[in-house]
């Protein structure tokens, strides 16, 4: 384990990302192909920016990459790279969903890396872990556009089939992940929605959002 994240870390710092998290993205990018050249991206717990970097640089100077985390951030624009707007603020708020829709209506990709801050207690820590991940999947069916995708991390444990047959039934395909970055002892996964079909109300598929890609 300890060799693993010392590759990471000293690779992230090579490539100039905050964070080894971006080998996380990274990995279930080159294998699914979800940013796109041109995307609007949603990064929702983006501190300390490694996804929003990776992001901007897969989606270009066309595209455009919305942080959203509690703690402090900034606006970065760089050559080659699509233009990263932050915002600081709590996404349980209307205030803060309201402030993501002043800079885009929808987003082809949201993305959550949130994990609560521990306390060792296994359940307790899977439990705020789902009850952020079930947020973030709120905001991504408030926010995807059609054929949109979602992917965010949960812990594993109690509840966390449920929390994926719930993501499974918006999207034309679900499946979960587990990056070779992560640590070995990390009970962090990845559930990937591809597709975003819509809504499921009383059996009816309701669209939120038209935009194609």
Known sequence: MKEVQDYYFKKAQKEGYP?????????????HGFLNRGGRVLDIGCYPGSWSLYSA???GPQGLVIGVDLQNGKRRVEDGKARIEFIRGDIMTDETSAAITAFAADFHVVLSDMAPQTTGNKWSDQQKSLELSR??????????????VFYCKVFDGEDCKEFFDEVRRCFQKAKIVKPKSSRQESREIFVLGMGYKGNLIGGTQVVDKSNDR
Do not use: P
């Not at 947020?135 to 949109?148: V, Y």
């Open 135 to 148: 947020r973030a999947f709120d905001l991504a069916r408030k926010f995807l556009a059609k054929d949109g």
């Open 57 to 59: 640089k897969m989606v």
């Open 19 to 31: 964070a080894r998290s971006v080998y996380k993205l990274e990995e279930a990018n080159l294998k």
